[in-house]
């Protein structure tokens, strides 16, 4: 079953066009990546697809339904839910109460409990931090407490856009360990990343977007092998 389709998605800033008609697709239950350089227009089409930047032309599907231009907070209601690069903590709130924030579309209060205690379980130094301000946490730990807040909506689309972005390389390799576990409790992710050969070698399948267009996709390990893609991503030589 496709969760989702992108046919022909164009994303244009003023005459300047981001995303150039691409076409991308995600099965229930895949881990796919989307890799390419900085300024390609991987955070671009994340943000069409959530609704926080409006597309030039084609349609985002999700579910089979055209959710071209809804509000983010109705498709978070529809269990499509991203991780911004930035991650976009409540810096004020504690850490429970950013995780709170993320089930704010829920009212099964006993389950939303439930949930609380899993997450501190996937991420025991959320847990020892849960009365601390998310300001006050390190970088790694506001990114775990990102992924934490959206995985208490429950989704059934997971976006994650730059996970390891400025963290030390322990805590990228934390970062991906977790990333790859919900993908194994069933969750979908569609993951944008940076560190391409991390991102290859957890995910199913792969798409390499350069300067708005797809240039290749197919199996990941396909791609982790492809002497252009080894060259122009992990730097070596082909």
Same mark, same amino acid.
């Given at each position: ?35 390419? %350089? ?72 006993? %389950? ?125 030589? %082909?």
């Amino acid at each position: 079953m496709t969760l989702l389709e992108l046919a022909g998605l164009e994303v244009a800033y003023g005459g300047i066009k981001a995303v150039k008609g691409i076409d991308l697709a995600v099965e229930k239950g895949e881990l796919v990546c989307l890799i390419g %350089a900085n300024g390609a227009g991987k955070t671009t089409t994340l943000k069409a697809i959530c609704g926080m930047v409006p597309t030039h032309g084609g349609a985002v599907r999700y579910q089979d339904r055209d959710i071209t231009g809804t509000p983010s907070y109705r498709l978070v209601e529809r269990g499509l839910a991203m991780v911004p690069e930035g991650r976009g903590i409540f810096r004020q709130l504690t850490v429970a109460e950013n995780l709170a924030m993320g089930a704010f579309v829920r009212n099964d209060r006993e %389950a939303v409990r439930h949930d609380l205690e899993v997450i501190f379980e996937l991420f025991p130094r959320l847990a020892e931090r849960r009365s601390q301000p998310g300001g006050t946490l390190s970088g790694g730990e506001q990114q775990m407490l990102a992924i934490g807040r959206a995985m208490m909506s429950r989704p059934k689309l997971l976006l994650l856009d730059e996970p390891s972005m400025g963290l030390a390389p322990l805590l990228v390799q934390k970062i991906f360990e977790t990333v790859r576990k919900i993908s194994a409790e069933g969750v979908t992710i569609l993951l944008i990343e940076q560190n391409a050969r991390l991102a290859l070698e957890i995910a199913n399948r792969a798409y390499v977007m350069e300067t708005g267009t797809i240039t290749l996709s197919g199996p990941a390990a396909e791609l982790l092998a492809d002497p252009k893609v080894r060259e122009a991503y992990l730097g070596e030589m %082909a």
